[in-house]
C-alpha cells in the first residue's frame, strides 16, 4: 500500500516565478492539506482540501493556491514567488472528521534563488 | 501566535534511559494531540495520539500523558534507544465541524539525540 507520494523531490525556482507541488494520498484517504516547513520550524497549515474545495486555509496570502481531483490527489500552486517561499512543503492525508493520525509524504524542498 | 509550544529545543539523553519531552498548549477548543517524529530528509512520522477524554496513551515503549487543567502533554519514551534520535513535534486538532481534524497546529520540534 503506498502512503502518501509527494513529487517533484526537490525544486530550484526563481522569484517571481509559479511553482505547482502534487501529491497522492494514503489509499483510502479523502482528505488531502498541505503545510510549509520552514527551516528550523514547525509544519504551519497552509490549506485543507475535501471534495475537490478548500475547507480550511491557515494565514498564507492568496498567492497559494490549491486544488483536488476527483481521485483525492492535490496540487499546490505558488504564484510570484519570493525567497521567503523557501522551505519544505509537506502534503498529509487523512480521512474526513475522524479523530485518526494524518500520514505525511516526505515532501518537496522548495527553493527560491 | 504560537497555540502550540515546545520550549525545549533539544535534549540529549544516555541510552537506556528515559526521554521525556513536553509540550504547551493555549487553545482550550483542542481535543486531540498527536506527536511526530521525523529524521532529515523525510516527512513527519506517526508515533502516538491521545484524545482529551483520556490522561494517558501507551503504545509499546511511547506513553503520552495529557494534563487539560495545565493545557500539558508529554511523550515518554523508555528505554531511549539511539535510533530514537530525530526530531519530534507535537500537534494539535480541533473538532468543532467535521473538517477540523484535518487541521494540525505544531510545534517547534525538539531535537532528541541518544547517546549509546
Known amino acids: 500500500d503506498a502512503g502518501v507520494t509527494q513529487s517533484p523531490t526537490h525544486l530550484i525556482k526563481t522569484r517571481g516565478q509559479q511553482v505547482t507541488l502534487r501529491c497522492s494520498p494514503k489509499?483510502?484517504?479523502?482528505?488531502v492539506s498541505w503545510y510549509q516547513q520552514a527551516l528550523g520550524q514547525g509544519p504551519q497549515f497552509i490549506f485543507q482540501?475535501?471534495?475537490?474545495?478548500?475547507?480550511q486555509r491557515g494565514n498564507f496570502p492568496d498567492r497559494f493556491s490549491g486544488h483536488q481531483f476527483p481521485n483525492y490527489s492535490s496540487e499546490l500552486n505558488v504564484n510570484a514567488l519570493l525567497l521567503g517561499d523557501s522551505a519544505l512543503y509537506l502534503c498529509?492525508?487523512?480521512?474526513?472528521?475522524?479523530?485518526?493520525?494524518?500520514?505525511f509524504g516526505q515532501g518537496t524542498r522548495l527553493t527560491v534563488v | 501566535d504560537q497555540q502550540v509550544k515546545q520550549n525545549s529545543p533539544s535534549l540529549s539523553v544516555q541510552e537506556g534511559r528515559i526521554s521525556i519531552l513536553n509540550c504547551d498548549y493555549t487553545?482550550?477548543?483542542?481535543?486531540?494531540f498527536l506527536w511526530y517524529k521525523k529524521y532529515p530528509a523525510e516527512g513527519p512520522t506517526f508515533l502516538i495520539s491521545?484524545?482529551?477524554?483520556?490522561d494517558k496513551n501507551e503504545d509499546g515503549r511511547f506513553t503520552v500523558f495529557l494534563n487539560k487543567s495545565a493545557k500539558h502533554l508529554s511523550l515518554h519514551i523508555v528505554p531511549s534507544q539511539p535510533g530514537d534520535s530525530a526530531v519530534y513535534f507535537c500537534a494539535a486538532s480541533a473538532g468543532a465541524g467535521g473538517t477540523s481534524y484535518g487541521k494540525l497546529t505544531f510545534g517547534q520540534g525538539t531535537i532528541l539525540t541518544v547517546h549509546p
Open positions: 498529509a492525508s487523512s480521512l474526513i472528521g475522524r479523530k485518526t493520525e494524518a500520514f
Open positions: 487553545n482550550s477548543m483542542f481535543d486531540y
Open positions: 482540501y475535501y471534495e475537490e474545495e478548500e475547507r
Open positions: 489509499s483510502g484517504h479523502d482528505t
Open positions: 491521545i484524545s482529551s477524554i483520556k
